[in-house]
């Protein structure tokens, strides 16, 4: 006789707990990434070389979660205790991940380095330990198949929304502390939302709600008191007053103000001082319009701070000028910013300059006028996203949009201190086949400081000047074309795309000057 089949007892669906672990793997997974490039970021722009600096911190990273895997296994009872814990230590360190480092960089430079990749490894394993735990509690009532797939799909969305956010949104609006904090705020969110899931199974409860209490009561306060960490760490990094501080997408920018008058700053790299601005821009900018001639249609590269457009708009021939700025908050602050506006003459606001924010490398690549002067005024080449406009592609580009009679002017660094890095330069900018003109300039800031001029026609010394100059002069100007021995040519190979020599002969250069 047989037996009749049983009914198939009904699916179940999500239960709460389920969906309430799935979804704090997303939070978990978007938090990790937020320290992990946090971290990153920070390193590029206080220690420059940015592939260096993301590689490393990458590498540190997971590897640090691999330990934290591997020691998840010692974990067997109260997993939801334990889960509760790590969340808030994470929520703790990696919040203030970035306030550490920015404080560290002001009053402990010199461990700097080790404090940066201490944390790196502490959070890493933090984080390597909280999905194997949520794992092994969900695993109660989840078959493993489904459970590795649903755990994976969270974590990855998590990685993805916080890696399109975070240079997009949440640094340019909130900045780089309060972005840290924010999501260790979140992470302590976690924490809260396991007491309440696991109430009836934790032990000393009342210790676990206060421990949530006070983390979270933390991570609000330095959210609130986010500015002051920023400024009692750039007060004391920077010594003068900031008057401007901003972080966009691109870069940090500050403007101090003090005896001396103001002076900018990029990712902590001094950009100019007022003090003694006009003798680099005079340098920069009158060798080349000068000898041109008449030169009507002038594009400035970089630059964005319009002192270069400045000293242009001191030719009457000129009749447009396009300035190429990557970064717009450079360009409206220069414009908006009365006090700044001033030490440019307000320049930016004439009717004869467009300004195009964009990638000078990809605005090059694209059809467009021809120029009679390109002045090309970008940062020192301190990471492969700024070695790319010092290439042979970049000049190879740069070529094609100067005018047969044209000039062209790069700045170079300084040829004193980073000697092979200029040289790098002019035997990048002859690899193109153009002429290379080097010729150099005391800045008291920054020291002896080059040039290059690229043309096709040999370069011609120019007769006269512009009136009202407080540093040229035309007696004085064949003297900027003459290197002494120290600063004479070395052999050099060309800067190319697929290499970035240049990055890692200037690091080498200028690290030699800053560890003495």
Known sequence: MDTPASPALPAKGPQPVEIALLASVFVVAACGLVYELSAAALSSYLLGDSVLQFSTIIGTYLFAMGVGSWLSRYFDRQLPAHFLRIELLVALIGGALPAILFLANAYVPSAFRLLLYGLVMVVGTLVGLEIPLVMRILKRNIVLKNLVSQVLTFDYLGALAVSVAF????????????????????????????????????????????????????????????????????????????????????????????????????????????????????????????????????????????????????????????LVELDPNMTKLFTEHETLAALNAHSLSSPKVKIVNTDAFQWLQQPGDMFDVIVVDFPDPTNFAIGKLYTNSFYSLLEKRLSASGYAVIQTTSPLVARKSYWTVATTIESVGLRATPYHAHVPSFGEWGYIIASRRPYRMPDALPPGLRFLSPSALPLMFDFPLDMARVPAEVNRLSNQTLVTTYEQEWGKVMAH
């Open 167 to 322: 240079p997009l949104i949440l640094v340019p609006q909130l900045g780089m502390i309060r972005t840290g904090l924010l999501f260790g705020f979140m992470n302590a969110a976690v924490a809260v939302w396991a007491l309440w899931l696991f109430r009836h199974e934790l032990r000393r409860i009342g210790a676990h709600a206060l421990a949530c209490f006070l983390a979270l009561a933390a991570l609000l306060a330095a959210f609130v008191w986010a500015d002051h960490i920023t400024t009692l760490a750039e007060d004391k990094f920077y010594q003068d007053r900031i008057v401007f501080s901003a972080t966009s997408p691109y870069q940090r920018i500050v403007v101090t103000r003090g005896q001396l008058g103001h002076r900018l700053f990029l990712n902590g790299n001094l950009q100019f001082a007022e003090r003694d601005e006009y003798r680099y821009h005079e340098a920069l900018v009158h060798p080349v319009m000068a000898a041109q001639g008449a030169p009507k249609k002038v594009a400035v590269l970089g630059g964005g701070d319009g002192m270069a457009v400045r000293e242009i708009l001191k030719y009457p021939s000129v009749e447009s000028i396009t």
